[in-house]
C-alpha cells in the first residue's frame, strides 16, 4: 500500500510505502504535552519507506523540546505537523501524523494511547530504531 499525506496547504508531503498491504494500521495518540495540544496522531512502519517532498524549507518549523531528540516539522504556513524525525547514530527516522493522511479508510486505523512521559533517553532512542520508519528520504522540491 502506498500511504500519501500532506498538510493542509500542502507544503510538506509524504509517501509512505507499507508492504504487505495492512490489515490495519497501529496508530498512536501521544500523550506528550506537545501533542496533546495539537491532537498528535501517529503511525510507522519500521519496513516501511517514507519519501518527504518540501516545497520550502523557509515555510517549514522544526520544534524540539524536552529531550530535544525528535523534531516536529510545522509547516508554518498553515500549522499542520505531517512528520517527525529523530537523528540516531546518523541515522533519521520517522513517524508521519495520522491525521495528515490523505484517502485511507478510517476503519483501517487502530487507536491506541501511548505515554512515553517518564522514559529515559537512552530507551527513548533505542524504542524509536525499533519501530520508527528506518528508511526515509528528505526531499526539497523547490528547486524543481
Ligand atoms: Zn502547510
Known sequence: MLIHGKCHCG????????????AEIPTRACTCSFCTKHGGVWTSNPGGALKVVVKDPSLVSNYAFGTRT???????????????????DEHLYAVVSV??????????????????????????????????????????????
Open 70 to 88: 525528535a523534531e516536529f516539522h510545522i509547516c508554518v504556513r498553515c500549522g499542520i505537523v505531517p512528520i517527525v524525525t529523530s537523528r540516531i
Open 11 to 22: 507544503n510538506i508531503s509524504f509517501s509512505l510505502t507499507w508492504e504487505p498491504d495492512p
Open 99 to 144: 491525521n495528515a493522511f490523505e484517502g485511507i479508510d478510517p476503519s483501517l486505523l487502530r487507536c491506541a494511547p501511548a505515554s512515553f512521559d517518564g522514559e529515559g533517553t537512552e530507551s527513548r532512542l533505542a524504542r524509536r530504531k525499533r519501530n520508527w520508519i528506518a528508511d526515509v528520504e528528505y526531499v526539497c522540491s523547490m528547486m524543481e
